[in-house]
């Protein structure tokens, strides 16, 4: 740790720490939305922030965004207060919020001009960005039109343009691709990966678990206000899962039978859900013949690799798009 | 006061009217021509025959048309302070959009409010010729209504929205304009004077900002303004203003930093 002025009292603010959050608290009065989480957040990085609807990461957001004031803990964002120095971060930041906020009755260029005019920028410097970021984002032929009739994914990809118009050095995305078709979703990854390339340093939320997989260098699994495990996508399969996963279902009239019987296969765990039953395991095939060779005949079965999804299970015992 | 944020927020309205301003010009002077037409000459010829002592010795059509100006006013401010500003925290959300950028919520506030500001100087400056051109005016004072109809309708504008920013359905806009804003209308001396009224109701007149708005436009107009009653108006207006704002300040911010 460096001193500054000789002061052993006064640590140098980490420049490469953007975010830093302990104990971070959020209450929205006796409901405890997030409960004392801890994390840091890197320049350059793209961190994840995964968890199923309520375990509190638009709250998260929200708070490191500056339009959320804490309960409790303690936040500092580029080492600044949100409360005291909120519109100098809001500043350096660009957000993209998980419901479009767009206005749908102006035009997709004067969206932007409106947003670039809250950051102060003088229009000649908006038009400018527009008309590159709305080549980044594949809607330079919409610029002129108005916004109501585009796509979702349209609209997705014009709130990346206007979060980036300001040039942020943090891009917080809220469910960036929640709501879209896989197509769409495809684009929009598409362009995050373009921005982590270039450097950007992003903060997604997502309950898609190859969003998260695809895109984050770090993650944290967040459920019900708190942070069940950290690691980059690797490192929590390793550490929660198999390398494999057998997936097997069965006939409906065979099922709790099977799952009986399925107790004694030696695998490192076994995940009876509603429709079918996860084997963990190293070897999916060999396990599939251990079951095979006890007389079991599965209706259906597939090895796959362990996902973050498996990763999340194994965590809080429950699926993540559920 | 206003700040540099503010005037951010005020452009954003600016561009927002380029689609709807020609419209608001239309209805901007058809509303003062309807009002002072069927008004101030149809019904006031009946009521000039009669005498108009009780109106201060004035043709009906001079004794209305500062009260309309003052009611106008309102109209328009209350309309400017419901309708757009729901839309904007709750259909569209461009309020939140506009709360992650560097912009306060008190920014968004008064950005709007000298939006109305501008508004109200566009319509009350039609509405002053309108009159002028129906011979309405009795005194080259009436030019200082303009001020008064413009914090007239802010009076009701800061306060509303203040509370406006709160909802997150409309219906009780529609409320507020039956059961506030037509009454305010009818009977803060508008078209007559609230001498009239039972003496058990004339108080609660008095303690309407429009009354207050519609006495002084008028005695400004027909030149009938002592410092006195302009100060107790003004102050009045003034102060409602001040009130609104300060509501206002908590009220957007509790809406936007949840």
Redesign the interface.
């Known amino acids: 740790m460096t001193l500054v002025n000789g002061d052993p009292q006064v640590a140098a603010p980490d420049l490469d720490v953007l975010v830093r959050a302990t104990g971070l608290t959020k209450k929205f009065g006796k409901f405890v939305a997030v409960d004392g989480v801890d994390f840091s957040l890197n320049r350059g990085e793209v961190f994840g922030i995964l968890g199923p609807n309520g375990a509190g990461k638009s709250s998260t957001m929200r708070m490191i965004g500056c339009v959320s004031p804490a309960s409790g803990g303690k936040l500092t964002i580029f080492g600044q207060d949100p409360g005291r120095d909120g519109p100098a971060i809001r500043a350096r930041i660009g957000v993209v919020p998980q419901e479009d906020t767009l206005d749908t009755e102006l035009t997709v260029l004067e969206n932007l001009l409106i947003y670039g005019r809250y950051f102060g920028l003088p229009r000649d410097v908006i038009k400018e960005r527009s008309a590159k970021l709305l080549d980044f984002v594949q809607l330079a032929d919409r610029a002129a039109d108005r916004v109501d009739p585009l796509s979702g994914g349209m609209k997705r990809r014009l709130t990346i343009a206007r979060s980036l118009i300001s040039d942020p050095e943090l891009l917080l995305l809220d469910e960036p691709t929640t709501g879209l078709d896989p197509q769409a979703r495809h684009v929009v990854w598409d362009r995050l990966y373009r921005l982590k390339q270039q450097g950007v340093t992003l903060v997604l939320t997502t309950h898609y678990m190859d969003e998260a997989e695809q895109l984050c260098d770090r993650l944290v699994v967040m459920d019900r206000g708190k942070i069940a495990a950290e690691g980059s996508p690797r490192e929590l399969i390793e550490r929660y899962s198999t390398s494999e996963v057998l997936e097997l279902r069965f006939a409906l009239a065979d099922e709790e039978q099977a799952v009986e019987k399925l107790a004694d296969v030696p695998v490192a765990r076994m995940e009876p859900l509603a429709d079918r039953v996860l084997l963990y395991t190293d070897d999916g095939d060999e396990t599939l013949a251990t079951v095979r060779a006890r007389g079991l005949e599965p209706v259906t079965s597939l090895v796959r690799r362990s996902t973050l999804e498996d990763v999340f299970l194994r965590l809080t015992g429950r699926r993540l798009e559920d | 006061m206003p700040t540099?944020?503010a005037l951010?927020q005020f452009?954003?309205w600016l561009?927002?009217y380029r689609?709807t301003w020609k419209g608001s010009i239309y209805s901007g002077v058809l509303s003062p021509v309807l009002y002072l037409g069927a008004l101030g000459l149809g019904l006031g010829q009946l009521v000039d025959k009669h005498g108009t002592t009780s109106l201060g010795g004035v043709s009906y059509l001079a004794f209305i048309a500062p009260g309309v100006l003052a009611a106008a006013a309102m109209q328009l401010g209350m309309e400017e302070a419901s309708w757009p500003v729901l839309g904007s925290v709750k259909w569209?959300?461009?309020y939140?959009?506009?709360?992650?950028?560097?912009?306060?919520p008190a920014d968004l506030f008064h950005g709007h409010l000298l939006f109305t500001t501008l508004r109200l100087l566009m319509t009350s400056t039609v509405f002053l010729i309108v009159m002028a051109l129906f011979g309405a005016i009795q005194s080259p004072w009436a030019i200082a209504s303009l001020p008064v109809a413009i914090l007239t309708g802010l009076a009701f504008s800061a306060p509303i929205e203040a509370w406006a920013v709160t909802r997150n359905k409309d219906g009780s806009f529609a409320v507020i304009f039956r059961f506030l804003i037509i009454p305010l209308f009818l009977f803060s001396g508008t078209f007559f004077p609230v001498s009239q009224l039972p003496a058990v109701i004339r108080p609660i007149a008095y303690l309407t900002p429009l009354w207050h708005g519609v006495a002084l436009c008028r005695e400004l107009s027909l030149g009938t303004a002592q410092p006195g009653s302009v100060a107790e108006h003004l102050g009045y207006l003034l102060a409602v203003i001040a009130i609104g704002i300060v509501a206002g300040n908590q009220t957007y911010r509790r809406r936007?930093?949840?």
């Open positions: 540099a944020f951010r452009e954003f561009i927002n689609r569209l959300k461009t939140q959009a506009a709360a992650a950028t560097p912009m306060r936007l930093y949840a």
